[in-house]
């Protein structure tokens, strides 16, 4: 019996293998391109476009900068990566996650490892950064929730906990068109890889 199709075909030309993903076919272009046209909130946010994953992606870099200020550049990658395997799987949202059940985590920890090898960070973060990323993540869904997907802050501080004083100051979401955010996104992810570059100690001679 004919096997179903388990790879998609990249606009870099690579073909992406979502069972057995690995970091050779793994492109930045690729992942910006993707995530900036995956809606969050599936599409139920306010404005002329919208709000995509790597506009958001962009924000919880930022929110972790702002809970670690010392933070290093390669952690901060990270926290720019955190939600890439979406670039290939879609973002899908909190209550149908828990109706698929197991077999989406493990589909998005696959890729996730294989897109963080591809950037020079360990397949598995220290628990301590997956903490931080996730505290910068629902920080970030309580402003967009509030400012842009129609939810009280009632709701917002019950659903995803109310934000660390001074977190969310001066965050002023305003979704912009796709190929703006691709752009931007390439700029922080390469701007964050040169950081860390220039901190690794020199060769030896």
């Not at 979406?86 to 490892?113: F, H, N, Q, T």
């Not at 068109?177 to 950081?195: C, I, N, Y």
């Given at each position: 019996?004919?096997?179903?199709?388990?790879?998609?075909?990249?606009?870099?030309?690579?073909?992406?293998?979502?069972?057995?993903?690995?970091?050779?076919?793994?492109?930045?272009?690729d992942i910006a391109h993707g995530l900036a046209f995956?809606?969050?909130?599936?599409?139920?946010?306010?404005?002329?476009?919208?709000?995509?994953?790597?506009?958001?992606?962009?924000?919880?870099?930022?929110?972790?900068?702002?809970?670690?200020?010392?933070?290093?550049?390669?952690?901060?990658?990270?926290?720019?990566?955190?939600?890439?395997?979406e670039y290939v799987i879609g973002d899908m949202i909190s209550p149908v996650k828990s109706a698929v059940g197991p077999g989406y985590g493990a589909l998005e920890?696959?890729?996730?490892?294989?897109?963080?090898?591809?950037?020079?960070?360990?397949?598995?973060?220290?628990?301590?950064?997956?903490?931080?990323?996730?505290?910068a993540d629902r920080i970030s869904a309580w402003i967009e929730a509030t400012q842009i997907a129609g939810f009280t802050r009632a709701e917002a501080d019950r659903i995803f906990g109310k934000p660390p004083a001074g977190s969310a100051d001066g965050i002023a979401i305003t979704p912009r068109p796709p190929l703006s955010v691709r752009r931007d996104f390439v700029a922080r992810h390469r701007a964050l890889e040169a950081e860390t570059d220039a901190l690794r100690p020199a060769p030896r001679r």
């Amino acid at each position: 019996m004919k096997q179903p199709r388990a790879w998609q075909r990249m606009l870099s030309g690579r073909r992406l293998d979502l069972l057995d993903p690995t970091p050779v076919d793994i492109e930045l272009e690729d992942i910006a391109h993707g995530l900036a046209f995956v809606a969050r909130w599936n599409g139920q946010t306010v404005g002329d476009w919208p709000y995509s994953v790597a506009e958001h992606s962009l924000l919880v870099e930022i929110l972790a900068g702002r809970l670690a200020p010392r933070l290093e550049p390669h952690w901060r990658l990270a926290a720019l990566l955190h939600d890439a395997p979406e670039y290939v799987i879609g973002d899908m949202i909190s209550p149908v996650k828990s109706a698929v059940g197991p077999g989406y985590g493990a589909l998005e920890a696959r890729l996730g490892a294989a897109i963080h090898l591809r950037f020079g960070l360990p397949a598995s973060l220290p628990e301590r950064i997956r903490t931080l990323i996730k505290r910068a993540d629902r920080i970030s869904a309580w402003i967009e929730a509030t400012q842009i997907a129609g939810f009280t802050r009632a709701e917002a501080d019950r659903i995803f906990g109310k934000p660390p004083a001074g977190s969310a100051d001066g965050i002023a979401i305003t979704p912009r068109p796709p190929l703006s955010v691709r752009r931007d996104f390439v700029a922080r992810h390469r701007a964050l890889e040169a950081e860390t570059d220039a901190l690794r100690p020199a060769p030896r001679r």
